[in-house]
């Protein structure tokens, strides 16, 4: 079994900070996915990455997967209370996904 | 809105009790996925079906099955329900399911609670 670890469980902070949260494994992951989920909603891919050392970059979120592709992270410039939400990520191996337990991100206005 | 449907959105039952989850995909789309979401355990991926056909199987019990029709709507079946399989079922759907890349469409979720 491939586990994801994310880090931290729950994060809290005012409007305008910046931050940064973390998906750990032991396993190499042909892929990862970061998702963001809402209360009462799905999942919504926010992003892929594939390559090891890859950066992608969404307004002010920044994706990097590490060079080893164990790892990836996610950084939030100036954080906005539209922000808020569980966000989660999805390592691929084999033809399947194993998702992280997720971080709560609060954005406080 | 995904354009994936889910139905019902909410579901109480007891246990040893069966039930039957409807997804919907999105328009064109021909695979299909199923996750649990529980507090314990996170999102688990159960089983995906492509074009009628299983594709590939995760975590899913064997009181739990699935299946893909021809039209594409999806059904999960649960039965002997326990108390410990309370949690929101997903269903997501992609063009083809052909790569584990391909962007996956949530629907809003069932949310079962067996008492």
């Known amino acids: 079994t491939q586990l994801l670890e994310q880090s931290p469980q729950f994060l809290s902070i005012q409007e305008g900070e910046n931050l940064t949260v973390y998906c750990n494994s032991s396993s190499v992951f042909s892929s990862l996915q970061w998702y963001r989920q809402e209360p009462g909603e799905g999942p919504v891919l926010l992003v892929t990455?594939?390559?090891?050392?890859e950066v992608k970059k969404l307004k002010r979120l920044t994706f990097q997967f590490g060079d080893a592709r164990k790892d990836s992270s996610l950084h939030i410039t100036a954080a906005q209370p539209g922000d808020t939400g569980l966000y989660l990520c999805a390592g691929a191996h084999a033809g399947k996904s194993t998702f992280g337990d997720g971080t709560t991100l609060t954005v406080k206005p | 809105d995904s354009g994936v449907t889910q139905t019902p959105k909410h579901l109480i039952t007891a246990t040893g009790q069966r039930v039957t989850l409807r997804c919907s995909p999105r328009?064109?789309?021909?695979?299909v996925y199923w996750y649990q979401q529980s507090l314990d355990q996170g999102l688990q991926f159960l089983i995906q079906y492509y074009n009628g056909e299983e594709r590939a199987k995760g975590n899913i019990l064997e009181r739990f099955s699935a299946q893909q029709f021809p039209d594409l709507h999806s059904e999960l079946n649960l039965s002997s329900l326990e108390l410990g399989d309370s949690a929101l079922y997903f269903c997501a759907s992609s063009a083809s399911g052909r790569s584990i890349q391909e962007t996956q469409y949530f629907g809003p979720g069932t949310r079962l609670l067996v008492l």
């Open positions: 990455v594939v390559t090891g050392g």
């Open positions: 328009s064109g789309d021909l695979s």
